[in-house]
């Protein structure tokens, strides 16, 4: 005897579920949230080749800024600002509005280990940034040519500085740490979440003046990596793929335990704007 049963999926969430592959789901990603992806590796693009423009500008001895400017703490006031200004103007631009303006594999990772952001969302961000800062040093190569293949320019790669890896390693975690801890504390609080790319801006620029001499002032793997392909510089590596990332999620565990997951409301370090959310959010009807 043969019986046929017949399932209706919509009445059974276990089923549907179990039919929806990681292929399925990676699609499903990349055919709703390519914009976002395109944003975040445009937008660190942008970032790379301010920082190729600058350093050549500030470091390459036959700049007349650098002839002029002979103190190096001096170069970097300038060099701080105009990377700040670069970082304020991402966050703030409808791209960034869009995005959440991330553009480093560790925020997003951090917002992902808070639940804000979904796996391949994550992924593809993270694929996204890394693609981004390759290409934006690959077009200030192609604009700039020697002046950035200089050895005292070199793509803007990051190195520890004279204290070795080990003091950059902390360096990175610590200025990694801050940053994070700043921007969830700015940006779950109503009355100050619209000056969340301020306050990372001013950081940007106050890590450049005082802290690149001890690390090179990354918190970026995938800047780094952008600046070490054309350089062929991989010194201490490591250290940019570790320590930012573990100074950020340390800094998300203080901000849990002390004010509770509730607490964190979205990924976006700008989300007062009229741009769709794809996180997790908890701001209300622009959650999609």
């Known amino acids: 005897m043969r019986v046929e049963v017949e399932i209706r999926v919509g009445d059974h969430p ?7 592959t990681p292929r399925s789901r990676a699609l499903t990603a990349v055919l709703q949230h390519w914009p976002e992806y395109l944003i975040e590796a445009l937008g660190l693009g942008l970032f790379m080749l301010s920082a190729c423009l600058f ?14 400017v002979t103190d190096p703490f001096v170069r970097r006031i300038p060099m701080g600002l105009a990377m700040g200004l670069t970082a304020v103007g991402l966050i703030y631009s409808p791209w960034g509005q869009r995005s959440g303006a991330h553009l480093n594999p560790s925020v997003t990772l951090t917002f992902w280990r808070l639940g804000k952001v979904t796996p391949w969302d ?11 800062a ?6 200030g190569a192609a604009v700039l040519d020697a002046w950035l293949a200089h050895p005292t320019v070199s793509y803007a790669a990051t190195v520890p500085g004279l204290g070795g890896a080990g ?10 740490f801050f940053l994070m801890i700043v921007v969830l504390t700015v940006s779950n609080r109503p009355g100050l979440n619209q000056f969340t790319g301020l306050c990372a801006g001013a ?7 005082f802290e690149a001499p001890l690390s090179g002032m990354s918190m970026n793997a995938a800047r780094t990596v952008g600046s070490a392909i054309y350089a062929q510089v991989w010194t201490a590596l ?7 990332l573990l100074g950020m999620l340390a800094a998300a565990q203080l901000y849990v335990a002390t004010q509770g997951l ?13 741009q769709r959310c794809i996180f997790r959010c908890s701001y209300g009807a622009r959650a999609h």
């Open 14 to 20: 276990d089923v549907a579920a179990s039919l929806v």
């Open 55 to 68: 350093v050549t500008l500030l470091e390459h001895p036959n700049s007349p800024v650098r002839q002029t």
């Open 122 to 132: 994550a992924f593809f961000y993270v694929t996204a940034q890394f693609v981004g």
């Open 134 to 139: 390759i290409v934006g040093v690959g077009v």
């Open 167 to 176: 003091v950059a390693f902390v360096a990175e975690f610590l200025i990694s």
């Open 203 to 209: 950081l940007v620029a106050s890590y450049i003046v």
């Open 238 to 244: 490591w250290i940019y793929f570790t320590a930012p």
């Open 262 to 274: 509730q607490r964190v409301l979205c990924a976006k370090l700008h989300h007062d704007n009229p």
